[in-house]
């Protein structure tokens, strides 16, 4: 692989790095090299991912050599541009001079951290393939993802599953843990082989031992981490996952979550049926321990004295009973009622739970959890749901408890109290109804954290060496670097690697009818607004090929579209073009839909699919939309946070507070345009990929339009905006760009049908096989239809093609230079006609034997010449020709023959066989020079007057002579009805 020494650092990349590439990676080396943090974005398809993975290993290693030099003569300079020696060459290169105890001479560790495991998957499967796959990494994952126990496995709810798993580490009794320790120095373990969650799930099943603590012995030498953002963020899974953060290198990736993440993970809301529900756990402890004290001691563990007294379970009793009281006696208004954040503190003290013993507190409480979860396995029994939301509440609200701390909760955090009725409300638990089944409504008390700095500053005081923030979506970077509260010494936004012709971004003011397109709360029940919406979508699903993504602000909006458009039958016209899949709300349900919807593209007897999402979804980050998987995106609206929302409502009356103190503040409303945009351009970033692909991007709403809204979408989409001005206009405009970018750009290599799921070498680059418009290659290979093999099978002496060939989009956008090349002018001389199509068709498949389907668009054609297969979709057959919605006396559709003279002939050519073609060439040459109107017609009527080519047998009235179209037309009636 080449190396490019960049700033003094020898990265090794696997090809030459483009600049934005070089760029990049300059400025996380500066980072790493002064001890600083950085704020950069370039957008997704730069390769952020490896220029970042390669650049900070890179670092790490020099810095590795450095210390191991220093370690070993004491005189090596630890300034990373100062030169190398070639035992430091040499040290790089073997990976050789490695210390037993890293933290004895102060070797940083890189943490990768990112919102989600499929996203930190992503980004293990980049350092696979790079040459710094000899570095030792280890992931962090959940006991969820990785716990292998028979029983704690099935264990639905996540904390009980942590509290049984403690209870038999701590005993020692799962089999599995047990084997840690053996098994840790294993070659399948500690081998050269990256481990993924999934690869330490089937290492830990090959040699039964614990997946979830292999991964903590991993991580104790590993030189890069990888987890997901809360196990950094948030103070308690720090601490339960032991993440160092002394001297060590946080990078977080898919950084535009970051600030809501901190916020989240700071914050906390609690319902008085949840203090009630803990109450009742108590008192059923109390009872248990009273009616069998001996069973405690057993259950829990024979070799501990007891964890908690009767005395112990009264007084925390009177705590939470105090606790009841204080929020039930607070004032709370119809809209209800907001104090500072400071308030926290004087709710708790009435309880008795303050500074000097909220630990014994939440010591006391988790015991009792312990128990609970533990001590029956019927799942009607109490599991300490209640108790749970007090200790999280006790460990957000004292993560702190220096004076500092306690000024920065009351500037940060806000306390908001309001009463919601429980018919609108479903209960989380059982025992909560249970225990307030009078009450008719509830008290939910929410202790919002509004600073995202609130949680960096954490960070900053573990000693972290720097902070790396990146992501594709970061701009505008001033205000988001006043709402992190930390110093950023560099910063980077990079420009795109397409050109002109791999974008097209257009604001679509007004639908084909002319009704303007605003997604406004106002205008979001206007009939005629949503029916406007569908068939602008329904216009760009004929002429945009293979897959396209269709985005709303919020799942309430995508179903009220979908409803209104299956009703008026816009949905199914969406859905015979383009197969339609809709996003779930069910995280269960995804994974089946996405690759469906892959599987759907990668079908050759489709024109594609189209994917309908939300903004902020799972769909608008973390998959992989490249190449003919997203050809197109439509933003439908602005996704911006529901403005009544209590949460949203305070946190833009902060922001508004700080910038009376801070102009570099962003206002309220500043803040609240932003989070639509932010949005907008993470769902926009799923359409371009990496270098050569190309998409279109529409933006279905006038308000794009505005200044404002154009300079928060991403600085490398800006100069590509064009306003539409007439649909018509657009939609040809559309057109051209994909004809443009289809021949002037490199076809994609075939895709397996699940591209996140499968890595494929392919041997053959010139490959030209893609979907929508273009013919294959000589070089070729088939597609497996076999979802359960997931593979591309090569046939490198075979000449055996599958092409799918849109004719909406030919005839729309006479896209296909190949077929543009052989198309004549169109006439309307039937005889002119007949010579025209057979050059045509002659050039483009010569002998063509035809098998009629019964599916009108789909027609298997069959060359006789070198023994070619080749599947096409049968000149003619376009929706957009059938137009007709004759009905037949059955009911069904009957099929009308192509309006185009040209492709009437064609496909006359394809149904016929030679010698019938040769009947018919000579009658109509003979009807044209005699106008014998009966040899014509009995001609015509041993041809096609049949069931399967009658409509051809209508279709040619208009090229009759005026005098003879009425009595055919009358013959042509008469047939029909006599059946």
């Not at 190398?84 to 040499?90: G, I």
């Not at 505008?476 to 002109?500: C, D, R």
């Not at 973390?622 to 602005?638: C, S």
């Not at 004719?807 to 090349?821: G, I, R, V, W």
């Amino acid at each position: 692989m080449p190396e490019v020494m960049i700033c003094g650092i020898p990265v090794s990349f696997p090809f030459e790095p483009y600049d934005v590439q070089k760029a990049y990676m300059e400025k996380v080396i500066e980072c790493l090299q002064n001890n600083t943090n950085a704020l950069l974005e370039s957008p997704t398809g730069t390769g952020k991912t490896l220029s970042l993975l390669c650049s900070s290993l890179a670092w790490l290693l020099v810095k590795k050599a450095q210390l191991q030099m220093n370690a070993q003569v004491g005189n090596f300079s630890e300034h990373s541009g100062a030169g190398f020696s070639n035992t430091l060459r040499e040290n790089l290169k073997t990976g050789t001079g490695k210390a037993k105890d890293n933290t004895s001479w102060g070797m940083p560790k890189i943490i990768y951290s990112s919102r989600t495991h499929s996203q930190l998957t992503q980004a293990m499967q980049e350092l696979k393939r790079s040459s710094y796959r000899h570095v030792k990494a280890a992931v962090l994952g959940s006991r969820d993802q990785m716990c292998i126990h028979p029983e704690v496995s099935k264990e639905t709810n996540n904390m009980n599953k942590v509290h049984m798993c403690q209870l038999r580490v701590k005993s020692r009794t799962c089999f599995f843990y047990n084997n840690v320790e053996s098994k840790k120095e294993d070659r399948s373990v500690k081998g050269e082989e990256i481990l993924d969650i999934e690869d330490l799930v089937s290492v830990g099943k090959k040699l039964k031992c614990c997946p979830y603590y292999l991964s903590k012995e991993l991580k104790q030498d590993a030189d890069i981490i990888f987890m997901p953002y809360n196990y950094i963020l948030d103070p308690k899974s720090r601490k339960a996952n032991g993440v160092e953060l002394m001297n060590n290198i946080v990078i977080l990736d898919e950084a535009h979550n970051v600030e809501k993440m901190c916020e989240e993970s700071a914050s906390l809301q609690i319902r008085t049926t949840d203090v009630a529900l803990c109450i009742d756990e108590i008192t059923h402890v109390m009872k248990s321990f009273s009616e069998n004290s001996e069973e405690m001691d057993v259950t829990i563990d024979n070799n501990q004295p007891k964890d908690f007294t009767c005395d112990d379970l009264c007084v925390l009793k009177e705590m939470m009973l105090a606790l009841e009281k204080a929020i039930d006696e607070i004032h709370v208004g119809s809209d209800g009622m907001t104090y500072p954040g400071g308030f926290i503190f004087e709710l708790l003290s009435k309880a008795e739970i303050k500074d000097h013993n909220q630990m014994a507190v939440i010591t006391m409480i988790e015991n009792l959890i312990q128990y609970l979860s533990t001590a029956s396995a019927s799942p009607f029994q109490r599991k300490g749901v209640g108790l749970q939301k007090i200790v999280d509440l006790l460990n957000v609200v004292f993560s702190g408890t220096t004076h500092a701390y306690k000024e920065r909760v009351k500037l940060c955090y806000k306390v908001h109290i309001h009463i919601e009725d429980k018919k609108n409300k479903k209960s989380d638990s059982w025992g909560a109804l249970k225990a307030t089944s009078a009450k008719t409504s509830e008290r939910v008390l929410s202790y919002w954290c509004f600073s995202p700095g609130f949680g960096m500053k954490q960070l900053l005081e573990q000693n972290v060496r720097s902070i790396i923030l990146t992501s594709g979506t970061l701009a505008p970077l001033k205000p988001l670097m006043s709402e992190l509260g930390i110093p950023i010494g560099v910063q980077l936004e990079n420009p795109h690697i397409v050109k002109s012709n791999q974008i097209c971004v257009k604001i679509i003011s007004q639908g084909p009818d002319s009704t303007p397109l605003n997604s406004s709360y106002q205008n979001r029940d206007n009939p005629k607004y949503i029916t406007s919406l569908g068939r602008t979508i329904l216009s760009f699903s004929r002429v945009v090929p293979d897959g396209l993504l269709v985005f709303f602000p919020s799942y309430p909006i995508m179903s009220k579209c979908q409803e209104m458009w299956q009703n008026e039958g816009i949905w199914s016209s969406i859905n015979n073009i383009k197969p339609i899949f809709v996003e779930p709300q069910r995280k269960d349900t995804f994974n089946a839909i996405i690759n469906d919807y892959y599987s759907k593209i990668s079908d050759p007897n489709t024109k594609g699919a189209c994917f309908m999402a939300v903004c902020r979804g799972k769909v608008s980050e973390g998959l992989d939309f490249a190449d003919m998987n997203g050809r197109a995106v439509i933003i439908t609206g602005l996704p911006f946070p529901p403005l009544k929302d209590p949460r949203i409502i305070l946190k833009k009356k902060y922001l508004e507070e700080l910038r009376v103190k801070d102009k570099e503040y962003l206002s309220g409303d500043e803040w609240y345009a932003l989070e639509a945009t932010r949005a907008v351009n993470q769902a926009i970033g799923r359409v371009i990929r990496h270098q050569n692909d190309y998409g279109a991007i529409l933006l279905c709403d006038s308000r794009f339009n505005s200044p404002k809204l154009k300079n928060q979408l991403s600085a490398w989409l800006r100069d590509y905006i064009n306003l539409s001005n007439k649909f018509g206009e657009t939609v040809s405009e559309i057109c051209r760009f994909f004809k443009t970018a289809e021949s002037s750009l490199p076809a994609p290599r075939l895709k397996p049908l699940y591209p996140h799921e499968s890595n494929i070498n392919y041997k053959d680059n010139n490959i030209t096989m893609t979907k929508g418009v273009s013919f294959p290659s000589a070089n070729t290979r088939t597609i497996n239809k076999n979802p359960n093999k997931k593979s591309v099978n090569e046939y490198p002496n075979s000449n055996e093609v599958y092409a799918d060939f849109s004719m909406d989009f030919y005839k729309n956008a006479q896209a296909s230079s190949y077929l543009n090349e052989f198309r004549p002018k169109e006439t309307r001389d039937l005889f002119n006609a007949l010579d025209s199509s057979s050059d045509c068709i002659q050039k483009t498949s010569q002998s063509l034997v035809s098998i009629h389907k019964r599916n009108a668009d789909e027609i298997n054609v069959s060359t006789v010449t070198r023994k070619k297969k080749l599947k096409i979709k049968a000149f003619g057959f376009d929706e957009n020709l059938h137009k007709s919605k004759d009905i037949t006396s059955t009911g069904s559709i009957e099929k009308v023959a192509p309006e185009s003279l040209i492709d009437f002939v064609k496909e006359i050519k394809i149904l016929l066989d030679t010698d019938q073609y040769k009947t018919f060439q000579s009658s109509i040459s003979a009807y044209k020079k005699e106008g014998d109107y009966g040899k014509l017609l009995k001609t015509l009527s041993d041809l096609l007057e049949n069931k399967k080519l009658f409509y051809l047998f209508k279709g040619m009235k208009r090229f009759l002579r005026e005098e003879h179209k009425n009595i055919f037309q009358e013959y042509c009636d008469n047939i029909q009805l006599n059946g």
